[in-house]
């Protein structure tokens, strides 16, 4: 079965702290993205990566930063985390050309304190 | 960009058939509709696609008239356990690179399934 890993279900930081999300897929895929999910507001796209090393901003870039140094990883950076970036986290992967959608993580659910 | 635009909620009881219907007036000509499911704490996970007309599996199916600016989930029979938010998203998932720029999730559509 396919998957994709997030490397915390739930984290607590605190403001100003630098935050890492991970996100691991096995599946050789090579699209990835980062959304966040709040309340009333669905998911929104933060960044994504189609290929090592490639990143492309999404609708809500502000405040983040990503890296993809190998294919199956793809990396979440909060430089200075604050409490408006508390929320649910959720990473997805997609395999390029294939007209069937996303798998996605279970999420991190972020609070900064 | 396609965006889309559902009811924000339904309520059904068990063993009904629900219908849930997006708006996606300006679908473009390689646009397919791509529902999601997401129950609590969990991501979304991919339920249903279609391009045109009718498509069926175990799980649901899609309606998708003529001109395409609508589509329909239909879900025979529901139980509690199909209680979830549901996505409709439009976009062209192929080749192209910038392709994600063309998926918007909105907020979804809650459905609650009462005994």
């Known amino acids: 079965d396919v998957k994709v890993t997030q490397s915390s279900r739930y984290l607590v930081k605190r403001t100003g702290e630098k935050v890492f999300l991970e996100c691991v897929q096995d599946?050789?895929?090579?699209?990835m993205f980062w959304y966040r999910q709040d309340p009333g507001l669905g998911l929104r796209l933060i960044y994504f990566s189609y290929d090592v090393k490639m990143k492309e901003k999404g609708d809500i870039p502000e405040g983040y930063s990503v890296s993809r140094e190998k294919k199956e990883r793809f990396s979440l950076i909060l430089e200075s985390a604050s409490t408006n970036q508390t929320s649910m986290y959720l990473c997805a992967s997609q395999f390029t050309g294939l007209i069937a959608g996303y798998t996605f993580g279970s999420g991190t659910r972020l609070t900064v304190v | 960009l396609a965006k889309t635009t559902q009811p924000i909620s339904m309520d059904s009881y068990e063993g009904q058939e629900v219908n849930i219907t997006c708006s996606h007036n300006n679908i473009a000509t390689n646009d397919y509709i791509t529902w999601y499911q997401q129950f609590p704490s969990q991501g979304p996970r991919f339920i249903i696609q279609?391009?045109?007309t009718k498509v069926t599996n175990e799980v649901a199916s899609l309606f998708i008239p003529a001109d395409r600016k609508s589509s329909t989930l239909s879900l025979p029979r529901v139980s509690l356990s199909d209680t979830a938010v549901y996505y409709c998203?439009?976009?062209?998932?192929?080749?192209?690179?910038?392709?994600?720029?063309?998926?918007?999730f909105g907020t979804g559509t809650r459905l609650t399934v009462i005994p």
């Open positions: 279609g391009y045109k």
């Open positions: 998203l439009v976009g062209d998932m192929g080749y192209d690179q910038t392709g994600a720029n063309n998926l918007f």
């Open positions: 599946m050789d895929h090579e699209n």
